[in-house]
């Protein structure tokens, strides 16, 4: 590895500058492997971890459901929907949880890639939700929850920790978004992108962008970096609309609940 | 800085290209399990989310 000059002996400063030189050799060859482990073997880690915990997330879910559903009539049900029942006023909706980083549920979106999960928690909170080896997608305090009225938006890296939303700009028009709670199953359908400044907060909106508007749709805002090198000079707002719900899974995540057991 | 390593290492070359890599995994274990986390928490701006800028 050495170069082989020299052997009657170089100066001091020759050999200094030798020691200097081969020091930022490792300091460069450092920065290139800590390049390659953020963009590519981190999240190939932390992400697999995200879908193992959110598989078991989910299969807790699904059992607590069916412990629910299986005393027919005797406990009041949270809502009346436990029979499917699709008008708006008899989707069931949880109340916001009191803590950060408290479990909501599981996000399934099927277009960014077919083993997708993550675990959906409160707040949007850098350590304990979005960089969490356990979540990866927050929800940003304050707005609507899964099936509420308003804008329940949500929010994951795109690159980095799990690269939860690396593939959000691919989604395309009609692309489900599905969302797992303990009271069932809430479908999104994807509708349009918007591209914005980083602090456009108002894509939070319950009518986004328009402010102080109380809306009476029922939307889901997914948001993520873009583009996805650094530093990330934009944001991408995916918004996407309710279409239902149910607390039988809906049928496009049959293959891979089925590999579940 | 590496030839003076070598040099430092006992035994014949193949027990030194053993040493060598194993000094080479337990660096990486290092690096991955705390230098590159510290490096990302440090360097990188990894805003996800819109709002205030934090």
Known sequence: ?261 | MYRALWRSLPGPVVVRILILALMTAVLLVVLDQWVFPWMAATFVDDQATVGPAS
């Open chain 1, 1 to 261: 590895m050495a170069a082989e000059r020299g052997a009657a002996g170089p100066s001091a400063a020759v050999k200094a500058l030798g020691v200097a030189g081969e020091l930022l050799i490792t300091i460069a060859v450092i920065i290139g492997l800590f390049v390659l482990w953020y963009a590519y073997f981190n999240p190939w880690v932390v992400g697999l971890r995200q879908e193992h915990v959110a598989a078991q997330q989910s299969r807790q879910l699904s059992q607590q459901l069916k412990s629910q559903a299986s005393p027919p009539a005797s406990a009041p049900s949270p809502g009346a929907a436990a029979a499917g029942d699709q008008r708006p006023s008899a989707v069931p909706v949880m109340a916001e949880p009191p803590n950060i980083a408290d479990t909501i549920g599981v996000v399934y979106i099927p277009r960014l890639g077919s083993d997708w999960r993550r675990i959906l928690r409160e707040s949007v909170n850098t350590e304990l939700v979005l960089n969490s080896v356990t979540a990866g997608v927050g929800h940003y305090s304050g707005t609507a929850m899964p099936g509420g009225v308003g804008n329940f938006a949500i929010a994951a890296h795109d690159i980095g920790y799990g690269n939860s939303f690396l593939n959000l700009s691919k989604l395309r028009l009609g692309d489900k978004v599905y969302i797992q709670t303990s009271l069932g199953w809430y479908t999104y359908t994807f509708r349009n992108f918007q591209f914005v400044q980083p602090d456009a907060i108002n894509v939070l909106d319950a009518v986004p962008t328009v402010s102080r508007t109380p809306g009476s749709d029922r939307l889901i805002t997914l948001t993520t970096c873009y583009p996805a090198i650094f530093p990330p000079l934009e944001r991408v707002a995916a918004y996407g609309t309710f279409v239902g719900f149910s607390t039988a899974p809906p049928a496009e995540l049959a293959p891979l609940l089925a590999k579940d057991g």
